[in-house]
């Protein structure tokens, strides 16, 4: 793998590892800018391969299909935190300024954890948990409620155990067996909030922090700017520019964060890539995330995001898909987008709808009052 910077200019082709929603707009923004884009997915009728130049159908974890996209391509950029960093590891003659740190860190709890802490970057208290004693011990400093994940991210969810009492360890013991977890204590959030951060490899620049609320682990709503005061939107910020300095890494990433009652802020994760919380700034903002990822990517200088009007973006969950056509006749200052992606189930996210407010309360209560996503 070759990550020797070097200006790439329109014309050139830019390969996408991924077909999904973010690849999609990742593509569209390349070829607004002049690019041409070819993708890697393992789905032919992926959304991204709609607006590709051409499409490489395969295992996107199987190195000879990411050689075989590389070929044609003068960079390579990854859409999905799950990416499998040993395949990249082994390409050949190709120019991924990502890098692979950023996901090695991130796709294991603990890797994560111990890089926040070496950054004095403020985290809730956890315990590594390789037996049922280990639960039992550490539920003594951590307290309840606390939630059981296991180290590697992205395996399911299902494997996740909120413990409210002691009578609640006895049911993590199966999935134990399967290999190494966290305790980690239940940060009582107020409000969460996510900041995208586009690097290359002289500036960092950040996009307006914004408001995130999640329903069943899926992304429902996305405001910015946040509704928190300028203190915690200046340490946010702070935060993020601190990480993505000790980030080997080039291209657009994310940080998640709880805020509490007090106003104490606790990094919930990183996010190695673009991130659907920041979709809104494809009308927010002059500049959106997808083109200061591309920018990045081919060394062009990063222009400093400017909010461009207040925003809310809600997902369109695939079980609401039908009742939205009806708002798209009725609601012409609104921004829908559509992904046409094949749903993984009735929460999967087969669109989003932005809303450019000056009002932010009122926009809520018109989207409560479509009583689509009551």
Known sequence: MNNVAAIIYPGSTIGIIGGGATSKMMALAAKKMGFRVGILTDQMN????????????????????????????????????????TALDL??????????????ITQDRQL??????????????????VAMQD????????????????????????????????????????????????LEAWVPFERELTVMVAKDEHVAVTLPV??????????????????VDAPTVVEVERIAKLIGEKLN???????????????????KRIVPCP?????????????????????????????VPQPVSPAVSISIPERLLQETYTQVMIKPDWHFYYYLDNAKGPESRVGHVTILTN????????????????
């Open 210 to 227: 914004v408001e995130t609320v999640y329903r069943n682990r899926h992304l429902h709503e996305a405001i910015t700017p946040a509704r």
């Open 249 to 267: 890494y080039i291209g657009v990433f994310g940080i998640e964060f709880f805020l509490t009652a007090s106003g104490s802020l606790y990094v």
């Open 46 to 85: 992926s959304p991204a391969a709609s607006v590709a130049d051409f499409t490489e159908v395969g295992d996107m974890s199987d190195v000879t299909n990411l050689q075989k996209l590389a070929q044609f391509c003068e960079v390579l950029t990854y859409a999905y935190e799950n990416t499998d960093t």
């Open 359 to 374: 009002d932010v309360k009122q926009t809520l209560q018109s989207i409560y009052d479509t009583e689509i996503w009551n």
């Open 135 to 182: 639960i039992y011990d550490s539920v003594a400093s951590i307290g309840y409620p606390c939630v059981l994940k296991p180290v590697q991210r992205g395996i399911g969810a299902q494997l996740q155990h909120v413990i409210y009492s002691e009578s609640d360890i006895a049911a993590c013991a199966d999935d134990l067996a399967s290999g190494t977890y966290i």
């Open 275 to 303: 991130h659907a919380s920041a979709n809104l700034f494809n009308e927010a903002s002059q500049v959106s995330q997808y083109e200061l990822h591309i920018r990045a990517l081919c060394n062009w200088p990063l222009p």
């Open 112 to 129: 994560e954890k111990v890089f926040l802490e070496s950054n004095n970057i403020n985290i809730a208290p956890y315990a590594t948990i």
């Open 91 to 104: 390409l050949q003659h190709a120019y991924l300024p990502q890098g692979t740190d950023i996901l090695a």
